[in-house]
């Protein structure tokens, strides 16, 4: 598992929410690690906990959150304990954030380029021509054409996918080393997606970013990961690298969740997971997905399961990988989907 | 299994053409939404429809349903003529036949409704005054949809997203319509439920004998649910063919650039992937040769020019001898 040099590094974090109904457990014991230059993708369903932990690593969590435990550790500080003002410091300078909707992330009454000055100039480290003169040369690096006349436009003169650009501009503005993207593609249009997609990976390599991609598209994890960490109600059910999730998937929620989705080549009936995710005012005790997984042992409901090892980069909680459990079957569709991938003729 | 009755359309589109405009004078603004679109839909087919935001998917499937109106062209629905002047009697002929399901779980349920009262409107309008028999259909098409009688006297907050489509779904099929256009269906639910909700309409569509028009932007999920698959492109209809001969062997390039573009779960072939982008201005020279939808091979349409026509028709020969 330690394969390069990790920047930043969560540990068993917790967040909950109170709320009128109760306290919300959004986050219960999340630990992951993000290596220099690597893409991580966190893959997980509405409710999942995804977001949250983000937020909370940018330290952007509504006042009703709280971190019950947990650190994160980011070139020896624990951003859990910073101040508000150590924080600012982090936040856009070190770690940069792309949202969802680009159209909500954007001020419509500032013109773009003011936008992307703004940012240049928190530092007070430039002159405004000289952030002027950065702003139009980041507008360029992330793809718009005429990058002079489009800063003094708003962001209604721009499309979805440009406004998107905008904001990996702004992002990248203070040359953050970290940058996490919050499912920056799912608002957009598929050709628009792959360009977005593939401006991203073209910035990684060349400004040496390690990257926080969060999406719940399959197909945009198998484009973007190196390594991949599944959620499911607030916690990691398996983590490994893309090739590990996508070709040996361990636990049931993984297994279900890649045997859900249609490919090109799917035909018959398909292979829908039962039931909805838990509701976190209650969450489930032992497996979070033992009520809709068939397999479902006792242990499953009663005994939340370690991670067990499953080789040096893929690990998995659940009890189905404890030596004395019985031999689970993966999903027919799965099965039939890992061998054509793995005969390399899967999907044109 | 219902039977395609290929020879029988139960919907005919001919020409169709929604303008929207706004302002007046120099300031008038028009926006072809649907330009002259024509095609038909058989009786017990899913029919789909795909296509980028803004290209007029949603129109099209709303002017059908005469939420618009059309600018000019005719919609046939049985052979009737359903386009013309909105008179109370087509209107009452429209909703008895077509039903529509919305994309946003959410924002299409009346909050302030119970579940019972959002699925018995449709009854209600249609004259069934006995409030028990409104209740027994209703529990009727609950458990139909996967719910429970139960569930009638809830209000819509309290049910998850994947529940709350399957009430939008019983409240389109209340009226036992034989035509239903769906409306991004799934596209607001999580990735677990969407497969429950395309069983069900699949499992619907069989037992209730349904004619469906599917209109997404979700490739994938489209080739698995549809029979034939049209593609839109501003306005327009550019490729039209059974779904699997249309993921086989697309021939506009706009078609080609949008499949190039769906990211597919295999970390094998994806991060290798090409995507092929399209540029209309670059892609056709239409100034000399008018372009119109022409059929290539039998089932298989694609709008191009004449000279475009013969090069699609050598490359599907070459094809098929190859086969």
Partial sequence: MKTGESILTVDNLSVSFRTYSGIVKAVRGVSFELNKGETICIVGESGSGKSVTVKTIMGILPPSAVIESGTINYKGMDLTKLTEEEYARIRGKEIGLIFQDPLSSLNPLMKIGRQIT?????????????????????????????????????????????????VIAIALARNPEVLICDEPTTALDVTVQARILNLINELKQKRQLSIIFITHDLGVVAHMADRVYVMYAG?????????????????????????????????????????????MLHPPTGDGFAPRNKYAMQIDFEEEPPMFRISDTHYAATWSLHPSAPEIPMPDVLRERIRRMKEGGANR | MVQIDSRQPI???????????????????????????????????????????????????????????????????????????????????????????FQDP???????????EIIEEGLKVRGIKDPEVR????????????????????????FSGGQRQRIGIARALIVKPSFVIADEPVSALDVSVQAQIINLMNDLKSTLGLTIMFIAHDLSVVKYFSDRVGVMYYGKLVELADSGELYRNPLHPYTRSLLSAIPQPNPLTERHRETISYDPATAHDYSAEKPSLREVCPGHFVYCSESEFERYFDRQQTRASMA
């Fill in chain 2, 11 to 101: 919907l005919e589109v001919e020409n169709l053409r929604v303008v929207f405009a706004s302002g007046r004078g120099r300031k008038r603004i028009q926006v072809n939404a649907v330009d002259g679109v024509s095609f038909e839909i058989y009786q017990g087919e899913t029919f789909g429809l795909v296509g980028e935001s803004g290209c007029g998917k949603t129109t099209l499937g709303r002017t059908i349903v005469r939420l618009y109106s059309p600018t000019s062209g005719t919609i046939r629905f049985r052979g009737r003529d359903v386009s013309g002047p909105m008179t109370k009697e087509l209107r009452q002929y429209i909703t008895d036949n077509m039903a529509m399901i």
């Fill in chain 2, 106 to 116: 959410v924002e299409s349920l009346n909050p302030r409704m119970t579940v019972q």
């Fill in chain 2, 135 to 158: 209740q027994e259909m209703v529990f009727d098409i609950l458990s139909k949809v996967g719910l429970t009688r139960e569930h009638a006297s809830r209000f819509p907050h309290e």
């Fill in chain 1, 235 to 279: 916690k990691i059910v398996e983590y490994g690298t893309a090739e590990d999730i996508f070709l040996e998937p361990a636990h049931p929620y993984a297994r279900a969740l890649l045997a859900s989705v249609p490919d090109m080549e799917t035909e018959g009936r398909l292979a829908s997971i039962p039931g909805a995710p838990p509701n």
């Fill in chain 1, 118 to 166: 703004e940012a240049l100039l928190i530092d007070k480290e430039m002159s405004k021509r000289e952030a002027r003169e950065a702003a139009i040369e980041l507008l360029g690096a992330v793809g718009i054409r005429d990058p002079e006349q489009r800063f003094e436009q708003y962001p209604f003169q721009f499309s979805g996918g440009m406004r998107q650009r905008v």
